[in-house]
């Protein structure tokens, strides 16, 4: 049996903020809290709950420090977060492909 | 994903326009074209008094000339001019680097123009590199340079090896960086500028000879580099 691409989703990726901040730290070396923040439009609470989830799944480190006197949170994307990034938007595409046939 | 479209529902089509959306914004915010080609503009138009200044080794391919009468392409590098270029570049890129780091730090989306400035640096090396075994070679046969030069298709292999295409050349690994596709056109009509015959050329051994190829290639890389910061810096406001 073929498996279908819904089965293939990474729940934890297959999550419209988490797949968002995921996709920006993708195309940063290192992304700051309040960028995050404010280009995803959430609250400081929502986004740090969202950014647990990703770092306890191994999918994005994040590192706290100043500068100069502000503090300031980094947020980087893994190697399994940039795997688990490709994956999701293979299978969304494969899904596209499938709604689009029918 | 963003503000605008936080509300949207899970359909995949929707995922991946907004997750582009998002790709878009974040790429756009993070360009800054017009930097490196204002820094290579001005190592280029620096060139001008350094390769004016310099010694300069010249062919000897004076009995061709006499036989065929055909302009001179016997000038040699100007053996500054070979010193010159690699520190130059090479300085250039660390500057670009470390402008990229700061100002995409400062938006709080860091970007590492490693894509980039490595690439640029080997080729900047490889072919100042290839210049100077030239030049090494060119150095004990005066005739044969002088013969090479004096077919102007043969002259091509200079303007590869010359630090403007290695300019070029970095400008794709730019494009690649940056996912600016608009920057990849422009830098194949600058790579056509520099290998197009007519336009090139060392056609005199004058002191001044380099400078109009220097004046062309500066001035292209300056009004790119200035239409670039204007539609970025529109990309931004309107982003």
Known sequence: ?102 | MTNSNSHMNDDPRDLLAAQQNLVNRVRTLQRATWFPLTIFAIITFLAIPIERLSHRTIGNCVAKIAVSNEPHYCRIYSISGLFYWPIALVIAYVVISFFYTIKTRGLGAETSAKKFVIPGIFISIALSLASYLLFLFASGHHSVLGIYFLDPSNATIFRIIGPSFSICLALVFLALFEKNYLLLFFDLLYGLLILWPPVRGVKNNGFWSLAPNRVIDGGFLLMLGLAFYLVQRRDVKYK
Do not use: C, D
């Open chain 1, 1 to 102: 049996m073929s498996q279908h691409p819904i089965n293939s989703l990474n729940e934890i990726v297959h999550q419209r903020v988490r797949l968002g901040i995921l996709t920006i730290a993708h195309e940063t070396s290192r992304v700051e809290f309040g960028y995050l923040k404010e280009e995803m439009g959430l609250t400081g609470g929502n986004l740090s709950q969202h950014l647990t989830v990703l770092e306890e799944a191994g999918l994005i480190t994040v590192e706290k420090g100043y500068e100069g006197k502000r503090a300031r949170t980094w947020i980087s994307i893994t190697k399994a977060g940039r795997l688990e990034l490709r994956e999701e938007i293979k299978q969304l595409k494969l899904l596209i492909n499938q709604i689009e046939k029918k």
